[in-house]
Each structure stands twice: as structure tokens, then as C-alpha cells.
């Protein structure tokens, strides 16, 4: 069955130095998205990208923050200075285009990203 | 804005059947998801609805009211395994832009 697969599962990194999160999106889906889950709280939303740029952002997605689909298959998240509350669960999700498969995202396993 | 309100924890027993409620507050509503999160994994779907009513799928069953913003999902026959949180999740606009705001999640413990 295809699935979301996101690298590395863990990631430590020193404040303010740059880390890219990196995802492979299910092959035929063509909406992309990222969302992180700091320890102990909810899911939120990220960012959206489709047709090659970013559909929808939310407020936590700031000049920090960039994704990017470098080739036919990769979805990346990069953020530039990380920060200690950048110290979060990160999910890669893809879905289809329009239509009833539309509305199921599916989400990859994760990256943790540790910041100290 | 948006405000989107579950329970935080419930216990209930094995074979028996369970209720988990949401709210929401939301302009352009969309669509809402029920997922179930296992600790330490990734968020699944269970469900979908955009229309009021009741959507049934095996154990699970998802049921919207977009009059009176408010959705639950209902798990019968219950197993150990299910136990989880279940992340209550609306989606926002009318483009296919997909944003998807998550509830709190309801922790759900799954007792013999």
C-alpha cells in the first residue's frame, strides 16, 4: 500500500543552525502539506503547497520557514534558525486532487526534531 | 477565528460502545475529519463528513450537524487497541486548499 515517508525519524540540532525535514509524498497525490505536534499538544497546520507553490500558510509558518518540491518526488521543510520552541513532532501529509479520495490526507510517520 | 472543543480524556470498557463529542466555531467551514493518533504516531483517518448526517464504516460511525457545529464520532464493540486519542479536525474554505484546523484530541482509554 503507498504511504507517506519523511527523513530522517530524528533530528538533533543546535539553535539557530538550518535543518531540512525532508518527505516523499504518496506518487500520484498532488497536495502536500506540513504540520507539527510540539509534545503533548495538538496537530497544526503548517503550510499547504500545491501546483508548485504554497497554497495556504499559517502564522506559525514565518520568514523562518520554506518548503520546497526540488524534484518529482521530494517535499522539503527548511527551517533556517531554528529556535527551542521549534522542538516539535513534524508530519509530512499528501492528498489526491478533487474529488471523494480528496479529502483523506495521509499523513507520514513523522520527523522529531530536537532542538538544544 | 476558529474553536474547535473535544473532551479531553474518557474511559470506557471493552465491548462496550463509546461517544466522543466536538464543537467547533469556524467561518467557511468545509468538511470535517475525525483521525485516531496512536502516542508516538502519526495522525489516521477514520472519516469524513461535509453533510449532516451520519456516516458509518464498520466499528466507527461520524455524525455532523453544521446548524449546531457540533460532531461526534461513535466507536462500538470497542478492543484494547483503540485505545488512542481521537483528533477531531475542520477544514476551512472553499478552495482546494485544504486547511485543516485540529481539536485538542480526546484521550481515550480502553479498560477490561
Known amino acids: 500500500e503507498p504511504e507517506v515517508t519523511q527523513t530522517p525519524s530524528h533530528q538533533v540540532t543546535q539553535m539557530g543552525q538550518e535543518v531540512i525535514l525532508r518527505c516523499v509524498p504518496i506518487?500520484?497525490?498532488?497536495?502536500f502539506y506540513w504540520y507539527r505536534q510540539i509534545l503533548g499538544q495538538k496537530v497544526e497546520f503548517l503550510v499547504s503547497f500545491y501546483n508548485n507553490e504554497i497554497s495556504e500558510k499559517s502564522e506559525i509558518f514565518d520568514d523562518q520557514f520554506s518548503v520546497e518540491r526540488p524534484d518529482g518526488s521530494n517535499f522539503t521543510l527548511k527551517i533556517r534558525s531554528t529556535k527551542l520552541e521549534d522542538s516539535a513532532m513534524y508530519f509530512c501529509a499528501s492528498s489526491e486532487a478533487r474529488g471523494p479520495a480528496y479529502n483523506e490526507q495521509f499523513f507520514g510517520p513523522g520527523t522529531r526534531l530536537t532542538v538544544l | 477565528g476558529q474553536n474547535i472543543d473535544q473532551p479531553t480524556e474518557m474511559t470506557a470498557t471493552e465491548g462496550a460502545i463509546v461517544q466522543i463529542n466536538c464543537t467547533y466555531q469556524t467561518s467557511g467551514f468545509n468538511g470535517l475529519f475525525w483521525y485516531q493518533q496512536h502516542a508516538g504516531e502519526a495522525p489516521t483517518f477514520l472519516s469524513y463528513n461535509v453533510l449532516d448526517g451520519l456516516e458509518e464504516k464498520g466499528r466507527f460511525s461520524s455524525f455532523l450537524s453544521r446548524s449546531k457545529g457540533y460532531s461526534y464520532l461513535l466507536l462500538k464493540e470497542l478492543q484494547m487497541k483503540d485505545s488512542a486519542s481521537y483528533l477531531c479536525?475542520?477544514?476551512?474554505?472553499?478552495?482546494?486548499?485544504?486547511?485543516?484546523?485540529f481539536g485538542p484530541g480526546t484521550s481515550l482509554s480502553v479498560i477490561p
Open positions: 479536525a475542520v477544514r476551512r474554505g472553499k478552495t482546494s486548499y485544504d486547511k485543516v484546523i
Open positions: 506518487s500520484n497525490h498532488l497536495y
